[in-house]
């Protein structure tokens, strides 16, 4: 149990890790306090370019790929297995949201929960992804397909994995993916919400 434990906090402090910033950092740019204020790739492929952007993202995803993939296979035999790997999994996507490092002032989630995905249940993943797309080139907002394939992942889970530990995790990363794109519901709204595409907001 001391192990999973480890695992645990192990997961949480890497995914606090600030990427974004650290990407930044070189270009004298603070993605906290540019662009969209918020400090993930997407705000960093709007400031600096998608090279960057995806560079982040690959971070992003990264932190939480390796945490639940060495929960898999380091606490194979430990009393309520599945839901230690939910849990790891939950704590690299707190971490990104509520970073330790920046006052528990993080990003909004969505690439760390597609690697918490890719490693429980990558089938879940893979019927996000075009729907992710889709709801981005139809709209040409990224937030649009952020949320939509957010509510989706936990239905993807449920159809994909017999856990009920992976499918209360993807319920719970849905709900706060949603919390924290509040803002950029309210822009949705008053159709202010910036666009990949040119010309448009």
Known sequence: ?????GVLIAAY????????LLVCRPFGVDPRRAGSGNPGATNVARLLGKKWGFLTLVLDLGKAVFPVWLAK?????????????????LAAFLGHLFPVYLRFRGGKGVASSAGVLLVVCPQALAASLPIFILAVA???YVSVGSLVASLLAPVWVYLFSAERAYVAMS?????????KHRDNLKRL?????KSWRKGKK
Do not use: Q
């Not at 149990?1 to 434990?5: E, G, I, R, S, T």
């Not at 402090?13 to 974004?20: C, D």
């Not at 296979?73 to 999994?89: D, H, I, M, Q």
């Not at 709204?189 to 919400?193: I, P, S, T």
């Open 1 to 5: 149990m001391l192990k999973a434990w």
């Open 13 to 20: 402090l890497l995914g606090s890790i600030p990427f974004a």
């Open 73 to 89: 296979n380091w606490l194979t035999g430990v009393p309520g297995y599945p839901w230690w790997v939910a849990g790891t999994g």
């Open 138 to 140: 139809l709209s040409g």
């Open 171 to 179: 319920v719970v990363m849905a709900v706060l993916i949603w919390i």
């Open 189 to 193: 709204l008053r159709g202010e919400e």
